[in-house]
């Protein structure tokens, strides 16, 4: 009988740990779909940045038109455009349409380089933000400029100059925009290079006001929370939690930096009873962000900060993020000047190198070359297939040679340990349809002390190549996102994957880019992966995927390419790997009709002065497409005085069509019109027209800055829509009637 009792003790017991095996299981399994329900539901806004491309170099005084796209769970309320840690825009989504919400903002470009980002955030608050990205201003950062700083408060340009022990008659020359008076905080202000290191403020040639460590605390109010950081970065998550959380964390906010000592401080207000950890990011100027460190989160809200060591001399852009389970929402941008210090010695850790001069014997159509360095892989000048060495001249020095302008065309290579720089490669040539090589060469080029390599003839039987190498680092205005190492093998084997899942029934399904890479996780700072040529979503070390919503629902085609982050550049990018969208159902052709014109005045001699102007053309609905008259340019968006090969002219009370002026400008006719597929689910087109009128050695003359949004669009009954706009403007070059076209169509 107790053997019995026994038996059925054993058998309850199994019972009840099946039924609590079960429950388990179930709500694990109940916890896995609350938990992915949570994530879809609170996933972040996919933003793009479309124009400008980072690295683009404009004239200073630019206008450039910041264009975006973004999609989310939830419909967008407005997307802003940052300058510099500055909102200098926003576009708000007036009609509350879903899916995909595109914004475009005119911004002026000033002197130097710049970085721009995009933010959005959507009707429950959720943050979406863009990587950043660089743009210059072509007559800044140059041989008289050191770096470029950031006022504070109460500062004027004397007191800088007193701070950093500069002459105040030398900043205020290459400051003369910035007036005598005090600077507003965040200012940009050019430092000037004296052949000497700008040294940090120490109070014998000013007031230091840079606070101690504990000055910086006294000034916070609250309990302020040095945090610490995790050596494990990502934390288990107690899944429990989720059933009492299940949110994003909110947003850090007043993100505050400061230095002393070798010691940078960042403060900012944790906002979340419910992050696990915040990431701190760190942008330079033009080069790669990286997560310079994971800390824990704050047993409360309030002030919170975090020491590191100071970063070289250079610009420099920080934000944090609030991570969970869920997600990561990011804070504002905060961008810092750092004067040169004592505090590491740092040197150039990239150098330039740059074909100076090419000639060439014999006749030939186009010409490029291949330069390897070090044994790394080749790389083609000019780097893009499609283009040649050109503009073929009489030679001055080599008898029987022809010079060609070759434009300074090079890359970035690692600084040598040794000083040595092993270079070869081949030149190839093209005579019609003929191809042919014009033979290899190589050469030993060796550093001096300062790291510069002076012009070097490599003289071969059918050509003359002189090269020359300067120091890159962190000093020189770069004209591309990042510095690429071509010694380090970079990715590879991207691919895309549809997970089928989407954020909302009538969106895309989600994506995910996977690559391969066969290098040391702990010698890089992580991944940038590429939409378009800009920068879009960014991976940690040990990450080798990403997954992402699609920023806009149809129509699209995108190019990918993946790249990983080194400390001061990156590797060389991913084969691109190219993704078209299903088409959209509709299709839009915008015809730019005409622009009359009333009065023409570029001078004081009346209101009828003849123009030489040029133009660009937007039309933007799901796609996008522009087209440039007269402008000498291939990059979208720019709006410059720069570069321009041909004038259209113009004269007071005369009626010019697009197509005369595309013609005129490009000898091609139906360039005035532009085809782009319309979403019936939300409806969008806008026009843009901007036109210049040469101003002489004054800054251009604007003639037309149109942007207008077509209202009304008879999506339900597209077929046979056809309707003409037309938009009076005065500016002060000329008064304009513009006229437009917009009308269904079948497809292109």
Known sequence: ????????KIWIGIAILLFVGLLAVISWKSISIIQDNKRLKNTPPSVAVMTPKAGDTVASGSVIVVSATAQGANTIQYMEVWLDGKQVGKVFNDHSTEGTFFGALDVEIGSGGHSLSVRVVDREGTIGQSQPIAVYGSDAINEDVAFVTLSQDGDTLNKIADDYGVDAGELEAINQDLGQGELPPGTAVKLPDNDRQAEEPDGQGGQDNTPSAAEFLDTLTGNPTILKELANPNPVTNPFKILTQGELPKAPDGLEFTHKDCLATLKWNDNSDYEQSYRIWMVGLGLSPRVIATVESSAHTGPVWFQFNIPPAWMYGFWIEAVNFVGAQPSEELWVGIPETQCVHHTAAYMNFIVDSLEVKGNYDRVYCYASIEGAPE????????????????????????????????FTIPYPDDGSIEISGECMAWSGASLQSLGTYSANLMTNEEGIVDPKLIDEPNFKLVVSVTPAGLHDPVSVYSLSNPLIEGPVNLQIRDTGNRIHPDYPTNKCLSWDWKGDQDEIEGFTIFLDDNPFKLALPHERSVCFTPPSKCGSH??????????????????ILEYDQEPCDLWAEVQFVSIGTGYTSTSRSGKCDPLETYFELHAYGATHESRNFGMGRSSAGVLSKGGVSRRFKMKCSSLYTFDDIGYATTKLRDQDRLVVQIDPQNPFLEIDVYGFALGGFSQDKILVMLREEIPNLPVNDWAGYDEIFSYEQFFNAAATLTTVRVRAIDSP
Do not use: H, I
């Not at 009988?1 to 038996?7: G, R």
């Not at 060495?389 to 001055?396: C, D, E, H």
């Not at 995108?558 to 084969?575: E, H, I, M, S, Y």
């Open 1 to 8: 009988m107790s053997a019995m009792k026994n038996k059925k």
């Open 558 to 575: 995108f190019t990918f390419a993946a790249a990983a982050n080194l400390p001061n550049g990156q590797t060389n990018k991913t084969t």
């Open 379 to 410: 790389q083609r000048l000019p780097v893009n297939k499609d283009e040649f060495f050109g503009n073929f001249q009489p030679s001055q020095f080599w008898g029987d040679f022809v010079k060609v302008d070759v434009g300074g065309e090079g």
